[in-house]
């Protein structure tokens, strides 16, 4: 799937964003880089409900009969993709007022588009339960048909419609249905005051200290986040902690090596989702607010690794280098690496040059097994599960009103010129005083 933006927030001039199983968002600061990161987001979101024209037909027809059976071909042929991406692409612009928790006219005179891939595999299936466990919709395509098919219980025809919605948007873009974790640059502080932060508990300890009670306004208050999406949702899954503890992950090892390696502590989480933490050289339990900045910052990535973490998930990390030592800086590229080679992907939005850089080194590394290539590594304490092709990463580069595509290849990595030039001019700026210095002070020897 690809994502055409223009007259986005700073993005002005007309940039594509095709999602891969890594993509690197790097720039300077306020080119929209967060902004693009929240936009994949909204669109990788699972309540991103798309209205399709056809499924308003489609439903009458299905609630009449309980089989519809149409050709593949009109739902996958070339007039049909065109529709579909062009109402996926309406009701994510829809969404964005809400998502961002802005105005109504917010990105209205954004231009929004998506393409999604022709479909050559037409086997797909996708049912819905009900509260007894029985299945009373499902949408099945093979062999060149499209299946769609209820039980015979009554069900409401808005039901109908929006199964079939859903049915069509798992089908047009299968990879926007995972589960869908944001980790904000503000994590730090979500991490220590989620419980404050909470916008229900806030909005009734506001209206409980008023004079006097609105039932509506209470009501409004509650419902309407005062928070983009993903901050309230980081915050509701802080707040979700005591059940989230209750599970286990099968990346949980990956949460095991982050303590080890980079954080040096152990966490703990209470039956009330109090957080503490047992330091390696110690042993002591400390409240999380005793702990570093990293140990506090890092938290939330522990507890998706070690609870919720599945294979087809979408992970988005604003800043995933914050509070961190340039060597730490690289092992979290590592650790990012195995999440991609084990089926998760992560969108990130970095202005760390020691990360872009170690994943250009990880994609040299598994481009291809070259002579020498296992000594090399063994030598750098990489391993294979860390190494990358140049096909699962895109990385783009925000400049002032638009982002261009970043060259990746087995050869050279990631092509970052946006950190080399500044790396190069710090670099000039160095000698430059240095030899100034240099012969200013020769001159003064020479007059004494």
Request: glycine share 4%.
């Amino acid at each position: 799937m690809k994502l055409k933006i223009e007259n986005f927030c700073s993005i002005k001039k007309s940039t594509v964003i095709e999602p891969k199983p890594l993509t690197i968002f790097c720039g300077k600061n306020n080119t929209g880089k967060t902004y693009s990161l929240y936009m994949l987001n909204a669109l990788m979101d699972s309540r991103l409900q798309t209205s399709f024209e056809i499924s308003k037909q489609y439903a009458k027809k299905l609630f009449e009969d309980r089989v519809l059976k149409v050709p593949a071909a009109c739902l996958a042929g070339a007039d049909a993709l065109e529709l579909a991406q062009k109402n996926m692409a309406l009701s994510l612009q829809k969404m964005l007022p809400r998502f961002f928790a802005a105005e109504n006219d917010f990105a209205e005179n954004s231009l929004i588009s998506l393409e999604i891939e022709a479909k050559t595999n037409f086997d797909f299936t996708l049912q819905r339960r009900g509260n007894d466990n029985k299945t009373w919709f499902k949408f099945v395509v093979d062999a060149g048909e499209a299946i769609f098919s209820l039980d015979e219980e009554a069900r409401f025809p808005h039901d109908v419609e929006n199964s079939i919605n859903t049915a069509l948007s798992a089908f047009y873009s299968p990879n926007t249905h995972g589960r869908n974790f944001l980790l904000p640059a503000e994590r730090s502080g979500l991490n220590l005051f989620f419980r404050e932060l909470n916008s229900q508990r806030a909005a009734l300890l506001r209206h409980a200290a008023s004079s006097t009670l609105d039932t509506a306004a209470i009501l409004k208050d509650i419902l309407v986040s005062r928070y983009p999406r993903p901050i309230h949702d980081y915050i509701e899954f802080m707040n979700s902690q005591p059940e989230i503890k209750k599970q286990k992950s099968e990346f949980s090892d990956l949460a095991v090596w982050l303590q080890k390696e980079v954080l040096k502590v152990k966490y703990k989480v209470d039956r009330y989702g109090d957080i503490s933490i047992e330091p390696a050289r110690t042993g002591a339990s400390l409240g999380l607010h005793m702990g570093s900045s990293t140990v506090k910052t890092f938290f939330g990535l522990w507890s998706y690794l070690n609870h919720l973490a599945r294979t087809g998930d979408w992970v988005m990390i604003d800043e995933p280098e914050l509070n961190l030592h340039p060597e730490n800086q690289m092992l979290i590229a590592r650790l990012i690496a195995q999440m991609v080679n084990r089926g998760i992907n992560v969108v990130v939005s970095t202005h760390s040059d020691y990360m872009v850089r170690e994943w250009g080194n990880l994609i040299m590394l598994g481009e291809r097994n070259f002579k020498g290539r296992d000594a090399l590594m063994k030598k750098q304490n990489i391993s294979v599960a860390e190494c990358m092709k140049p096909e699962q990463v895109s990385a783009y580069e925000f400049m002032q009103d638009s982002a261009r595509s970043m060259s990746i290849s087995g050869d050279l990595g990631i092509q970052a010129t946006l950190f080399d030039q500044s790396i190069q001019d710090l670099n000039m700026r160095t000698e430059a005083i240095y030899f100034a210095r240099q012969e200013a002070l020769s001159a003064e020897a020479m007059n004494d």
